[in-house]
């Protein structure tokens, strides 16, 4: 049994974070899946290097540049395929456990990150386009997009919330989802099959907190020590307080009643867990949060570090005091978390949508040497 297996048997699920349409044909895809890899995400910097980086798009391209001068229709049509090839390879895994894995995820554009109804619009569109049962729509935790999130779910679409950083953020995020299975449930709708996680974001935190405590370090040289051993700390207590938060919300008579009509909790899913910071070891935000109804999305290295040397137990409820004493420590060196977790949301709003750009520019490109070949 491997890793993967082994994570698997511990109540956690390793989906891929990474698409491209080589790996899809060549059956790289599947022989992960093989290995145990439960699902699949993309998001618009997943894209972005998959499309510019690839001469796989060529003809897919050349076919929607005929029909249409719009870059992101364009792209659309190349991201939709892929999705729906990545969703046929997952689709044994969907079949086999009842909806609980096997999906794959793909994003709305992240320039409706502040728009409800138009964030609302697109997830229904794309739901549609994709017309597969193990789609998950990635919708954005910004503040307009809970009551989005809450909509869908009524909708009966499978959501993936991503850019949760903060556990107030994280709060109303699973509060929408009930609330969104709650209205179903009144309209006499089906809930059982609905699947939703909700993306956490681990190692950005410890990006911006790690260069707050080196400004504070250098401020304070009598405190360097101090400072320098909360380094690296930060992203794994939030992460694990965010498990602690789960597992109360999941409990309790209000979810029980859910529960007996079928509904599935929505599972913590730990995003951005490649290790940025080349002193850290590679798998500082992945052996920590092991447990059960979690999944871990990650790059393939990240998958490949698990596979050779990752550790197989039940972590993420250990050392719970010790994550909230270090971010108590945080609060007294004068890290305030709440402008942390709010500037990541929103850079990481903006990269996305920066990556979208990006993409939408190789497209036109690529069409406008197209049509004067």
């Not at 989906?15 to 145990?36: C, H, N, P, S, Y």
């Not at 909230?324 to 402008?339: K, S």
């Amino acid at each position: 049994m491997n890793r993967i297996q082994q994570l698997h048997q511990l109540g956690q699920s390793i989906w891929l974070d990474f698409i491209e349409r080589t790996m899809i044909q060549r059956g790289e895809l599947q022989a992960l899946v093989d290995k145990g890899v439960a699902g699949v995400t993309s998001n618009p910097t997943i894209f972005q290097q998959a499309i510019a980086k690839s001469d796989a798009y060529q003809d897919d391209l050349r076919r929607l540049a005929a029909t249409t001068d719009d870059a992101k229709t364009i792209f659309e049509g190349l991201a939709i395929a892929d999705i729906q090839a990545a969703a046929d390879v997952m689709r044994p895994v969907y079949d086999a456990n009842q909806g609980h894995d096997g999906f794959v995820s793909l994003e709305v554009a992240p320039d409706l990150a502040y728009d409800t109804a138009a964030t609302i619009a697109e997830a229904r569109r794309l739901h549609a386009a994709v017309a597969r049962p193990n789609l998950m729509v990635k919708v954005p935790a910004t503040q307009a997009g809970i009551p989005a999130i809450r909509q869908l779910i009524a909708d009966g679409i499978n959501i993936n919330v991503t850019l949760i950083f903060s556990l107030d953020r994280y709060a109303e995020v699973k509060e929408a989802f009930i609330q969104g299975l709650e209205t179903r449930l009144e309209a006499g709708l089906p809930i059982d099959r609905i699947a939703s996680v909700a993306s956490f974001f681990v190692s950005r935190v410890d990006v911006n907190i790690d260069g707050q405590l080196d400004k504070l370090a250098a401020q304070h040289p009598d405190r360097a020590a101090r400072y320098k051993a909360l380094q690296g700390k930060a992203a794994v207590a939030n992460a694990k307080l965010a498990y602690a938060q789960f597992e109360e919300k999941f409990a309790g008579a209000r979810w029980e009643a859910l529960a007996a009509a079928g509904a599935r909790v929505q599972r913590p899913l730990w995003a951005s867990t490649s290790t940025k910071n080349p002193n850290y070891p590679d798998l500082l935000y992945v052996d920590p949060l092991i447990g059960p109804h979690t999944v871990n999305t990650m790059p393939p290295q990240t998958l490949d570090a698990l596979q050779d040397h990752g550790v197989a137990a039940c972590t993420v409820t250990q050392e719970v005091a010790a994550a909230r004493q270090t971010l108590a420590a945080l609060a007294e060196a004068g890290i305030v978390m709440d402008e942390v977790t709010a500037a990541l949301e929103k850079e990481g709003v903006k990269k996305f949508a920066d990556s979208f750009v990006e993409l939408l520019d190789v497209i036109e490109e690529r069409r406008k040497a197209l049509a004067s070949a």
